[in-house]
């Protein structure tokens, strides 16, 4: 999945603003697509599992467990934070922990597959996850359409990420705006409709046009250069170029083409697996602090924001709690969207910050020093601001300072940092979790 030349400085793609533009809108609407089922699923697996409680009396209290995490909402106990007796991680990790493999291993492989298939197969299972959640009869059926959608946003984000190298770099800030839109959007469309009367079922049968939106956005928006690897694979054009230098070799003077031919491939030739090796050390310096902010970031979403309880607030647990995950999506929104905007280049910053946050509202949680949930709204809205700046900037300056030739493979790569940062906040919630709800 190397790319064999620059398109960041395409003098067609730069001087065609009408492409450039359609380019933009077409990441954005991939990014609000590839991330749309990932969002909605959390809410519509709990519906449907809730469903399935109601009509069966038997269902085992494990289920239970789960569905009430994944709505967030609170149970009867005796502990001071009102919380339930599973932390939300639990839910956390089965969302995470597919897209968390894909992108551990398919960075490696993934050039063998071509940009067209992936993204067939990526609407192909983001439209099996609604079908399977909407039609499922057992609770197993729900959780399996939660990994559908996991598996089809994993892949979707490395592909995305690894196509933007052969367009203007201003894409990525499309890609990052509609990444923080898919959360907005999913939630609220999803609650609408669900609200409007509409029934769960009903809901994600409607939101299979999201998929189709995806295959839009991809094949007919998207103005693709002659470079990008549409329907063959990275090896066979390299085995199609060596074909054409032969052939050239044969007609002309075979010394001179012989040394542009070895100068040749050794920039734009496949990398090897040392080559990779090396490009994910030089990624350490991008995926350690990003990989730090999401996991500061979802200690707080899962361990923490449950526990951020005021009891004399006009609003319900159940309702801060909602409020607590609507503003959070708000401030992602905001910064993914600000890169035409502003640039910060300074990503060990944002995590330190971040980190802040986390040890503050955990100092919080213990000691119930914070007045009012207003201030936590305000916390909690910064801290989406920071996620946002952190996942935007590192895969923009990775973007710029990668070389050409190892830019493709540097963005899959890379993509691992906040999904192993989730998956590490979601396993140290656990105990956190449990401690505070043994008070």
Not at 196 to 217: C, D, E, H, R, Y
Not at 267 to 295: A, E, N, W
Not at 327 to 348: P, T
Request: aromatic share 12%; charged share 15%.
């Amino acid at each position: 999945m190397e790319q064999t030349a620059s398109v960041n400085a395409d003098p067609a793609q730069s001087s065609d603003s009408n492409g450039r533009w359609r380019n933009w809108t077409g990441f954005w609407l991939l990014g609000l697509c590839n991330n749309f089922a990932y969002v909605v699923m959390l809410s519509a697996a709990h519906d449907i599992l809730k469903k399935q409680q109601s009509e069966n009396v038997t269902t085992s209290t494990s289920t239970t467990t789960f569905a009430v995490d994944f709505q967030g909402g609170n149970s009867s106990n005796s502990s001071r934070y009102d919380c339930n007796p599973v932390s939300t991680a639990a839910v956390l990790l089965a969302d995470i922990l597919p897209t968390l493999l894909i992108k551990l291993f398919a960075p490696f492989v993934i050039h063998k597959l071509p940009y067209g298939f992936r993204v067939l197969f990526c609407v192909i299972v983001a439209a099996t996850s609604f079908l399977l959640v909407s039609f499922s009869s057992t609770a197993w059926m729900s959780i399996l359409g939660v990994i559908f959608a996991s598996i089809s946003s994993g892949l979707g984000e490395l592909s995305f990420l690894s196509l933007t190298v052969f367009y203007s770099r201003d894409v990525l800030g499309g890609w990052g705006s509609g990444t923080g839109g898919a959360g907005v959007a999913g939630a609220l469309l999803y609650s609408g409709l669900t609200q409007a009367g509409l029934s769960p079922q009903i809901t994600l049968l409607i939101m299979l046009v999201v998929p189709f939106a995806m295959l839009i956005s991809y094949f007919v928006l998207l103005v693709p250069p002659a470079s990008l690897p549409q329907w063959r694979s990275r090896e066979t054009e390299h085995a199609a170029v060596g074909s054409d230098e032969r052939e050239r070799l044969m007609e002309g003077s075979e010394e001179e083409e012989q040394d542009k031919s070895t100068q040749e491939a050794g920039s734009t030739g496949p990398l090897t697996l040392k080559d990779k090796l090396h490009v994910i050390r030089g990624l350490l310096k991008f995926v350690f602090p990003l990989g730090l902010v999401y996991f500061a970031e979802y200690f707080i979403n899962q361990g923490l924001m449950e526990l951020l309880y005021f009891p004399k607030f006009f609003l319900s647990h159940a309702e801060q709690y909602r409020w607590y995950q609507t503003l959070y999506q708000v401030g992602v929104l905001v910064s993914r969207s600000s890169l035409c905007c502003v640039k910060i280049r300074k990503l060990w910053a944002l995590a330190l910050l971040q980190v802040v946050n986390a040890v503050l509202l955990l100092f919080a949680v213990r000691y119930q020093f914070l007045p009012s949930a207003w201030l936590v709204f305000a916390i909690i809205l910064y801290e989406g601001l920071l996620g946002g700046a952190a996942y935007v900037n590192t895969f923009y300056f990775i973007s710029k300072e990668t070389e050409d030739r190892q830019r493709e493979f540097a963005m899959a790569a890379a993509s691992v940092g906040d999904s192993l940062g989730i998956a590490l906040a979601g396993m140290a919630a656990f105990p956190v979790h449990r401690y505070f709800c043994s008070l």
